[in-house]
């Protein structure tokens, strides 16, 4: 199975909002509520932002929202600061004890 | 506080097999899944593999005729073995806890820069 499809890159000012995609399949992201988004800086394990779809672990801002609509998942970054400047990937269960990442996003803070 | 350590050689021979280790601390292993990502330098990541507390394995379908992953309860270690490697096993290794078995990677370690060359 292919990766999940992620643009390149991103960017907004401070204060605005962005949104990365991430599209799959009906195999994977159509498929499952279970999409989860990391946050990695250069050089650092990633983080875990979001998981099933739109549930933030404790200690994320609520600045970060997940969301889906059939084959594509969506993170939303809102209020932008400088801190988020950084990578960011998608993964969806993709059945069959499978689990795919997209290319990841690069996030720039104007 | 849940932590996670890589450990392995950091150079591996061109048909040799690459062995890391985790180890987990602030955590029983006897809970959650268990898993491997890695990352070539400058590129995306790539799930490898997981296992259950009870031994139970799931792994990538592209790697699975070479990977193995095996748990140790009374050392609170997994660890990975991938054999026959290439350059294109040339990566960055990261463990983390599953806490869901569903995709939610929750703590991770550092990772380990393991390189494929003669």
């Known amino acids: 199975q292919s990766a999940l499809t992620q643009p390149p890159s991103a960017s907004g000012s401070p204060g605005q909002s962005v949104t990365i995609s991430c599209t799959g399949t009906?195999?994977?992201?159509?498929?499952?509520?279970?999409v989860s988004w990391y946050q990695q800086y250069p050089g650092k394990a990633p983080k875990l932002m979001i998981y099933?779809?739109?549930e933030r672990p404790s200690g994320v801002p609520d600045r970060f929202a997940g969301s889906k609509s059939g084959n594509t998942a969506s993170l939303t970054v809102s209020g932008l600061q400088a801190e988020d400047e950084a990578d960011y990937y998608c993964s969806s269960y993709a059945g069959s004890n499978n689990v795919l990442f997209g290319g990841g996003t690069k996030v720039t803070v104007l | 506080q849940v932590q996670l350590q890589e450990s392995g050689p950091g150079l591996v021979k061109p048909s040799e097999t690459l062995s890391l280790t985790c180890t987990v601390s602030?955590?029983?292993?006897?809970?959650?899944?268990w898993s491997w990502i890695r990352q070539p330098p400058g590129k995306g990541l790539e799930w490898v593999a997981y296992?259950?507390?009870?031994?139970?394995?799931t792994y990538n379908p592209s790697l699975k005729s070479r990977v193995t992953m095996s748990v140790d309860t009374s050392k609170n270690q997994f660890s990975l073995r991938l054999r026959s490697v290439t350059g294109a096993d040339t990566a960055v290794y990261y463990c983390?806890?599953?806490?869901?078995?569903?995709?939610?990677?929750?703590?991770w370690g550092q990772g380990i820069l393991v390189t494929v060359s003669s």
């Open positions: 296992i259950y507390h009870s031994g139970s394995t």
């Open positions: 009906s195999s994977d992201v159509g498929g499952y509520n279970h």
């Open positions: 983390a806890r599953d806490s869901s078995g569903w995709n939610r990677l929750e703590y």
């Open positions: 602030g955590d029983s292993i006897s809970s959650y899944y």
């Open positions: 099933e779809v739109s």
